[in-house]
């Protein structure tokens, strides 16, 4: 079994290094933990990322890939020829039907997790050591998780919308999810929920006399310890990088192969052609056709250092749209024009009161998402009914060599 380190989401905020059986560094984002490490296993956060199970009429392999992507597309997960997923079978019953497991990878995974020198990519659900056959819990960036497991494979993960803590919410929200999973055969009745994290002694009792299932507590979480990283789930970025640094490999030997042949070509020519002028301007031709060739190469390479970091989804409109829908409150701010030029936005629209419209733009402030922007909003504008208008500008922050 290889032996990995793996990068996973914190309770709380940012990731953890694992190494072993403990956390040996923590930061906010995992480039910042990874280095240049090429053992390590990326564990997907529940937020980004999907994890069901299906049931095929079939055991024929070969027909499994459409029939997966058919399921992605069914429940809206899916983005044409951009959609990343991968599937285990978890049993086939009487050589008729198959219990498939499918992860599908978000769309809007941020860049600071694509690290093309990683080893793999997994959802953080499959890197833990939980129940074979029954049901996990545990937090990760501030919310709860459940995870089902059938036979030994990842059938649900679920992030809950309760508030992450041991609660009689989070409790009855499970127990909705156990209705379908028993429905659909992926949990047995009376199967163990393992509950893992610090939680307090009163809050585990509150939640253990609601939730239908018999409960056991762990203070720490821990690593499977045998996990194998798959080769299908990763970001479309790092699977571009990867191909294109096996091709600048390639083409890199492909022109030193060249170079050799031209210098024994070269050589062998001189030699036989010493005392002939016309072989030598024959020589003379064959260097002529060969050099351009490596010259290709290189400018390929170059062309490629050149264009690899062009690409910033920070400066999306749809995520940029996403993460100010994130800074609405839960009511009183209406956004009447979200507009993007270039990298700088502009948001209008109508507040209950002039305080909510100065809340509105500190909240976007704040927005970690948001931290290479500065904004700027004039006095709302009083309306006779006592509402207040806005017109809110962001624009990114210019940085100077001297900061």
């Given at each position: 079994m290889a032996r990995y380190t793996f990068v996973l989401p914190d309770p709380d905020k940012g990731w953890n290094l694992w190494q072993g059986k403990g956390v040996s560094n923590h930061g906010r984002e995992p480039k910042e933990i990874a280095g240049k490490r090429t053992d390590l296993v990326i564990g997907i956060p529940a937020a980004l990322g999907t994890t069901f199970a299906i049931r095929l009429p079939t055991i024929d392999s070969s027909l499994f890939d459409d029939m997966v992507v058919a399921q992605i597309e069914k429940r809206g997960l899916g983005h044409g020829e951009n959609t990343i997923f991968d599937y285990e079978i978890v049993n086939q019953d009487g050589g008729h039907e198959t219990l498939l497991s499918v992860n599908v990878l978000s769309h809007e995974l941020?860049?600071?997790?694509?690290?093309?020198?990683?080893?793999?990519?997994?959802?953080?659900?499959?890197?833990?050591?939980?129940?074979?056959d029954g049901l996990?819990?545990?937090?990760?960036?501030?919310?709860?998780?459940?995870?089902?497991?059938?036979?030994g494979r990842l059938t649900h993960v679920q992030a809950l919308s309760a508030a992450p803590k041991l609660s009689a919410g989070s409790a009855q929200e499970i127990n909705l999810s156990l209705l379908s999973l028993f429905a659909d055969g992926l949990i047995e009745e009376n199967s163990p929920l393992v509950v893992a994290g610090d939680f307090s002694g009163e809050d585990q009792a509150a939640f253990e006399s609601i939730v239908s299932l018999p409960c056991r507590f762990e203070e720490k979480l821990e690593l499977r310890k045998?996990?194998?990283?798959?080769?299908?789930?990763?970001?479309?970025?790092?699977?571009?990088?990867?191909?294109?640094?096996?091709?600048?490999?390639?083409?890199?030997?492909?022109?030193?192969?060249?170079?050799?042949?031209?210098?024994?070509?070269?050589?062998?020519?001189?030699?036989?052609?010493?005392?002939s002028e016309q072989q030598i301007a024959s020589l003379e031709k064959q260097i002529s056709i060969i050099e351009p060739e490596v010259q290709q190469i290189q400018a390929s390479e170059q062309r490629w250092?050149?264009?690899?970091?062009?690409?910033d989804?920070?400066?999306?409109?749809?995520?940029?749209?996403?993460?100010?829908?994130?800074?609405?409150?839960?009511?009183?701010?209406?956004?009447?024009?979200?507009r993007t030029s270039g990298k700088s936005i502009r948001i209008q629209g109508r507040a209950r009161d002039v305080q909510l419209a100065f809340n509105f733009e500190n909240d976007l402030k704040a927005n970690e998402a948001f931290a290479a922007y500065e904004w700027n909003m004039p006095q709302p504008r009083v309306e006779q009914n006592n509402t207040a208008t806005f017109d809110i500008q962001g624009k990114p922050v210019e940085i100077t060599d001297s900061e």
């Open positions: 941020p860049d600071t997790m694509c690290l093309p020198t990683a080893a793999g990519y997994a959802p953080s659900a499959a890197i833990w050591k939980m129940p074979e996990f819990l545990w937090k990760e960036h501030r919310r709860l998780v459940l995870a089902a497991r059938r036979d045998r996990f194998v990283a798959g080769t299908r789930y990763l970001p479309a970025e790092v699977t571009q990088s990867r191909a294109m640094k096996k091709a600048i490999r390639l083409w890199s030997m492909v022109g030193l192969i060249a170079m050799v042949v031209y210098a024994a070509v070269g050589f062998f020519v001189w030699k036989k052609a010493k005392n250092s050149t264009l690899q970091p062009a690409f989804l920070q400066y999306f409109p749809l995520v940029q749209l996403n993460e100010v829908t994130k800074a609405l409150p839960g009511s009183g701010v209406v956004i009447r024009e979200f």
